[in-house]
């Protein structure tokens, strides 16, 4: 009865259309996120673009830091001109799906090396069209279901959004080895029509009368803000603190881990193999790891161990710049690095979950999702100056040292966490957790 009843559960899953919808709207989610910079920076640095505006550039992904102050106006008003047709959420969903396939292509026709600001002028509009789409998408996954079937399309979306993002990762530097950049991006472009078909076979969700009616600005954003300080007393700026900080060493760090590799004469081939394909693997086994982590040994436990672990695994981009071109030692920096990113991205995953109230969960978790990767994102600019100075060993010890402060404000909230333990939270966390596993 139990194995039959398992089979019916299965078969229930894989005939839901929604499922399928969801994998390939997370696949068109996660396609942009590395071609807006990451996979962009190779480009930049074997056109001869100097570190420092390569690193100013990392500016362009800031819009993923920033979505949430555009977000309710997506709510409340559609799209212009095609929101009529295919619906509030559907039209948005199009037209940001639209205006990525379009900043890819512009980007494919420019020459970062002789016209950087048309390069500059098409990574900004990926990155808006992006970040917009990862809000309305999240926003129909939201609508579309109920909350009990909420974990079934989160997983399917995360599990889309990884392999968009193997695709722009070590697909781009594949296409790009074998042929040219430009057909690279013309590729990846080509390949959002995947979410693009999805949109047009998704249905609209049914909007309420409430939804319908226009927030006020206090009640799209002031609310939320004040029931966090309010539920989280004085220690709401030990909070911000330690969210601020906790992934800044990978954010300032990954800003100049491909140009370091093109430095020492590896081939996009190489870098696709070792750090995208294989990488990905391991991120994937370090996610895991730290959900076990965060159900076996404590939320606080895990949150401290990941974020020494992440800061510390920067030593070994320090070890890589200086033994050269050896693929052996970059394959042991990949390994330790993305383990120990997984590890940390998942406890402070858990971390932020348990902060949120359920009566503002989406527009609190936005914020602080966003409050982690400002910092970062913002300082990650003048990386490029930092290893001009400095160089790539002296700059990865650094943000490695970041580790420290990190330490101490995570064993400062875990005392705090300990005297004021919520049930609520550790269910919330637990919530968390087992997505993470499951994406």
Known sequence: MQFESQRKSLTRL??????????????????????????????????????????????????????????????????????RILGRRRGWMALTQGGVALALVGLAFGDPGHNLPWTIAFAFLLGFCAATQDVVIDGWRISIAPPEQQGELSAASQFGYRFGMLGAGAGALYIAEAASWRTAYLVMACLMS???????????????????????????????????????????????????????????????????????GFSKAEIASITKVFGFAVGLAGIFAGGLAVARLGLMPSLLIGGV????????????????????????????????????GTALIAFMSSLTS??????????????YALPGKLLGGFSGYAVAAFGYPAFFVATSCIGLPVAAICIAVWRTQSRHEDPSNISSASDETDKAIAS
């Open 358 to 371: 359920p009566l503002y969960a989406a527009a609190q978790y936005a914020l602080l999702s966003s409050l």
């Open 14 to 83: 894989f005939a839901d259309k929604r499922l399928a919808l969801m994998l390939a709207l997370g696949f068109s989610s996660g396609l942009p996120f590395l071609l807006v910079f990451s996979t962009q920076s190779a480009w930049l640095r074997e056109a001869g673009v100097a570190r420092e505006h390569i690193g100013l550039m990392s500016w362009v992904a800031l819009a993923y830091s920033l979505k949430f102050l555009w977000a309710p106006l997506l709510d409340q008003y559609d799209a212009p001109a095609i929101g």
């Open 194 to 264: 995947v979410g693009l078909a999805a949109t047009l076979l998704a249905a609209e969700p049914a909007f309420s009368a409430e939804s319908h009616r226009r927030k006020s600005l206090r009640e799209a954003f002031v609310d939320p803000l004040k029931d966090f300080f309010r539920r989280q007393g004085r220690n709401a700026l030990l909070f911000i603190a330690l969210l601020a900080i906790y992934r800044l060493p990978d954010f300032v760090s990954g800003v100049m881990a491909n140009p370091l590799y093109i430095d020492l």
């Open 309 to 344: 672990a992440a800061s510390a695994s920067h030593l070994s981009l320090a070890l890589v710049a200086t033994q050269g071109h050896d693929l052996r030692f970059l394959t042991l920096s990949i390994c330790v690095e993305n383990f120990a990113g997984g590890f940390a």
